[in-house]
């Protein structure tokens, strides 16, 4: 019996001991992940810290929250004085949800404004690697077309690359360069299938640019999503982000939301609205639209305090008639005491 009890023993220290290393080794086994020596603080796990203490929206996001009620209300009054326009307007500050809305899922001729989704699918596309940023496109019959830019006056078979096809898009508002985009893409359907995938529910390419009879519709909420998805990381990567941002910064237009901006904070004229808002501690970066019977402008507008803003107007009216604009600007113009505060004054 002897040796029977001396096993039993020693079964039952084997167990003990296995108990022992299986505990010391579930205690230690987050510094031996992190390679920390025994006896160290082990680092702490992934998850939220200072700084990602809001990782779901870290850059802002697109929902709306608060409206401003009176402000909605005054874009109202603006559009109902003008009995021959139809107008649509969005606005929404991406940090905080505060918006204001005017008809804004109505759609409505999208004009040029149009570029802006048309420049977020060619940036989607080049993250996908379906797209080289030096490919070259072609100049066909097809898609040379009138009216704004200067790829139309060269002869057929000129190739373009595609990052000054992109870049000429907005910044001249070149038609040829949209409609090279367009095709490369795949086409007006496929496109406006991308659109829907975006949430971009008012937004359809029908015509080839230029559209001068107001197929190509979007709404006012729409050119603020495609504007405000890239901004808030929904949409690009971080590289293609900074090319929408840099190629949005050289549009040349800028009398329609900037100027209106500067309106409401006091200044009526300006020759160079941008500057005179950059010295108020305001960005905007924007794309108009005019086809005669439709103006739009949509804009990505960075604040004083940090925040960023999109907002986006929409008006169709008797061609060529400078109420279209006005009107634009004076929605813009109302909105800006809502953005822009005194330094010790709290945004409402």
């Known amino acids: 019996m002897q040796p029977l009890s001396l096993l039993l023993r020693l079964i039952v220290l084997g167990i003990g001991l296995g108990v022992l290393a299986g505990t010391s080794l579930k205690l230690l086994a987050p510094q031996l992940a992190s390679g920390a020596a025994p006896g160290t603080p082990a680092s702490k796990p992934p998850g939220p810290g200072p700084l990602d203490s809001q990782a779901h929206t870290p850059q802002g996001s697109f929902e709306p929250r608060r409206e401003l ?5 005054r874009w109202a009054q603006l559009a109902a004085g003008q009995s021959e326009f139809q107008a649509s307007a969005f606005l929404l500050v991406l940090d905080d949800g505060r918006y204001a809305a005017l008809q804004a899922d109505l759609a409505m001729p999208a004009a040029s404004s149009i570029k802006n989704p048309i420049l977020l699918a060619a940036l989607q596309d080049l ?3 379906k ?3 030096n490919e070259s496109l072609p100049l066909t019959a097809e898609v040379q077309a009138g009216g704004a830019g200067w790829m139309a006056s060269k002869p057929l078979g000129t190739s373009f690359p595609v990052y000054e096809t992109a870049t000429e898009m907005i910044r001249v508002s070149d038609n040829s360069a949209t409609n090279l985009l367009i095709k490369r893409l795949g086409g007006k359907e496929l496109l406006n299938a991308r659109f829907q995938t975006m949430g971009l529910n008012a ?3 029908n015509t080839w640019l230029p559209d001068l009879k107001g197929t190509n519709t979007s709404s006012s909420r729409d050119l603020a999503r495609s504007i405000a998805l890239v901004d808030i990381g929904q ?4 590289r ?9 910064s050289q549009s040349h237009t800028n009398t329609l939301i900037p100027l209106g901006l500067l309106q409401g904070l006091g200044k009526q004229n300006s020759a160079d609205p941008d500057s005179d808002l950059q010295e108020r501690g305001v960005r905007v970066y924007n794309k108009t639209g005019d086809i005669g019977i439709a103006y739009a402008d949509a804009a990505l507008i960075e604040l004083p305090n940090g925040h ?8 169709k009216g008797p061609f060529n008639d400078p109420r279209s604009a006005n009107l634009i ?14 330094a010790n004054k709290p945004a409402t």
């Not at 293609?240 to 949005?248: G, N, P, Q, T, V």
């Not at 600007?329 to 005194?342: D, E, F, T, V, Y």
Request: cysteine-free.
């Open 127 to 129: 993250d996908a690697s």
């Open 235 to 238: 949409a690009l990567s971080p």
């Open 308 to 315: 960023r803003a999109v907002a986006a107007f929409m008006v």
């Open 69 to 73: 009620t009176d402000l909605s209300k």
């Open 131 to 133: 797209l080289r940023w």
């Open 329 to 342: 600007r004076a929605m813009a113009a109302a909105m800006a005491p809502k953005l822009i505060q005194p």
């Open 240 to 248: 293609s982000r900074d090319l929408f941002r840099e190629i949005m």
């Open 203 to 205: 937004t359809a390419v």
